[in-house]
């Protein structure tokens, strides 16, 4: 029997389903709850131009019949669908968990609508480390020592190389500590998300789905 999250996270996924329109263009995120679009996106039979954040869910998508493109072939998405780790209050996120925030982030900024599916365990007062990183392989220890409180995975690197870390040190003030990310060149991308990128957030509590607009 699916446990209460997988439920939750089945119904976020299948709820934002619904919200992808025929002939368009869409971003698929990564992670578990992403793993229930899917099969609710192929089972709608739309026609459609659908982009993969991760070798994962490429082929996950495929196997399920979606079409799955090169990023290199589309300029803009209509709408992206992807989980997180952390959904705050103002709409911040804390994604990568997956380690695929890289890639998520490119999809997410280049598509008109960002639907962030949940389960109840992701809604959180504040923003609270551990935040993902991708680093640079190239000056790795400099980048480091510049970052203070960080912890590498043990993971292979990600899908264009980079090495999969999480900064466990305060966060404070969101955006001021993604600033801060930004300005040390050897961090590929951080798992920060503004708030500025999120359309929709469909959290999933019981039987319950709530949908907020930002
Ligand atoms: C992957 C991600 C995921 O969306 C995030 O970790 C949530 O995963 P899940 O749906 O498995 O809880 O950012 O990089």
Known sequence: MPSRAE?????????????????????????????????????????????????????RAR??????????????????IDGADQVAPDGWLVKGGGGAHTREKIVAAAAERFVVIADSSKPVDAIDSPVPLE???????ATLQALGDVRLRDWPPSPDGGVIADYEGEVGDPAALAER????????????FPAALVSDVVIARGDEVERLAF
């Open 7 to 59: 439920d939750e996270k089945r119904r976020a996924a299948e709820a934002a389903a619904e919200l992808v329109q025929d002939r368009t263009t869409v971003g698929l995120g990564t992670g578990s709850t992403v793993a229930h679009l899917l099969p609710a996106l192929a089972e709608r039979k739309l026609t459609l131009r659908c982009v993969a954040t991760s070798p994962r869910t490429e082929t």
């Open 63 to 80: 196997e399920l019949g979606i079409v799955v493109e090169p990023f290199e072939a589309l300029e803009r998405l209509d709408i992206a």
């Open 135 to 141: 680093l640079h392989p190239f000056g790795m220890r």
């Open 181 to 192: 990310f930004a300005a040390i060149p050897g961090i590929v991308e951080h798992g920060l």
